[in-house]
């Protein structure tokens, strides 16, 4: 029977708003895969795309992400997502692939092409973003990186598209951060929260079996932090969320959603001053404070609008640009 175990994306390099940029994170995502595989008898891992968060990652980065993988003692497969590729000659694998070449990185073998072989005896495919079909007559474990049409969002809502997938195979995909099973597919979700509101169930996956009798198991992360989300609409409720708030774990960063029927006053300075925390207003408020300035706030788009047309004049874009960028976001966000 194949035994082998899979990774989602890692997206190194993204930090959640407020929590602070550290390689601690993944450091200990890699080490709870690699402990598991040793107990169990695990000597191979499949890392299901996005290693990076973005193609133009910093020395300090690379440098990072083969540390962790010369160190580990599991055979590595490796195929890119969508982040980690712009063309065929500039994606993040380019850099971890020439390192081969100078005999580092023995234990990893990484595809750039969609490529039919073996795992553990298991007939697989490996097809890197965007790459969603292959060509075979016989049943395959299909590795992939895509949102599939009719699979659900990190929030909830189904996927429309039209990457559909043969049923005749078997896929595990990544793309998607947040775990769910389909008839014939699986998406084992990133191992860490990417964003505020996505949920804290975070899994690596233990495959095992062979064609036609194939399961994968979920492993429950310990994760390095917690993204939480607390939505307060009443003045009354602001006492109650600040007790909260000086609960928590020092590991837990928390989004506060602050909705109509507030009136910010000292406690909103009051929150402000609280560690691992953000504000966001929703619907409408009456008034923020902040110093000796007073700002009337509308509603939440147009605060968006106005934090647009702020970055493009920082930019440098002339009136009539920004008017039109405006108008065209306006035009959008009444479509909703």
Request: net charge neutral; with cysteine; aromatic share 12%.
């Amino acid at each position: 029977m194949a035994e082998f175990l899979i990774l989602g994306d890692l997206h190194e390099g993204c930090y959640p708003k407020g929590v602070a940029a550290s390689f601690s994170y993944l450091a200990s995502i890699f080490q709870q895969v690699e402990d598991y595989a040793i107990k169990n008898g695990i000597d191979t891992c499949v890392q299901l795309g996005d290693i990076h968060d973005s193609v133009g990652v910093s020395e300090d980065s690379r440098f990072f992400m083969i540390e962790m993988f010369s160190k580990s003692k599991l055979k590595w497969k490796v195929y890119y997502g969508n982040h980690d590729y712009l063309d065929a000659n500039y994606n993040t694998l380019i850099y971890y692939k020439k390192m081969q070449e100078f005999g580092l990185l023995s234990n990893c073998e990484f595809f750039t092409e969609p490529t039919v072989t073996k795992l553990k005896g298991l007939p697989v495919a490996y097809l890197p973003w965007p790459y969603h079909s292959v060509k075979s007559k016989d049943p395959l474990i299909c590795f992939g990186h895509f949102a599939k049409a009719g699979a659900k969002s990190d929030h909830g809502y189904v996927l429309k598209g039209d990457v559909e997938i043969s049923s005749k195979h078997e896929w595990i995909i990544g793309d998607l951060h947040t775990y769910q099973r389909g008839p014939n597919y699986t998406y084992i979700g990133a191992p860490l929260q990417l964003k505020y509101g996505e949920t804290d169930k975070r899994y690596f996956g233990h495959c095992k079996g062979k064609i036609g009798k194939f399961k994968i198991v979920r492993v429950p992360i310990q994760l390095p932090y917690r993204l939480e989300v607390h939505t307060c609409t009443a003045e009354k409720e602001i006492a109650e969320l600040i007790t909260t708030l000086s609960k928590r774990d020092s590991n837990v960063y928390s989004k506060l959603k602050l909705g109509a029927e507030i009136l910010v006053d000292y406690r909103y300075e009051e929150l402000k001053k609280i560690e691992r925390t953000t504000i966001e207003f929703v619907g409408k408020i009456k008034e923020v404070k902040e110093g000796e300035d007073s700002v009337v706030l509308i509603d939440s788009k147009s605060v968006r609008l106005e934090l647009v047309k702020k970055r493009l004049k920082k930019k440098g874009f002339d009136t009539t640009t920004i008017k039109r960028g405006l108008d065209i976001i306006a035009e959008l966000e009444a479509g909703e």
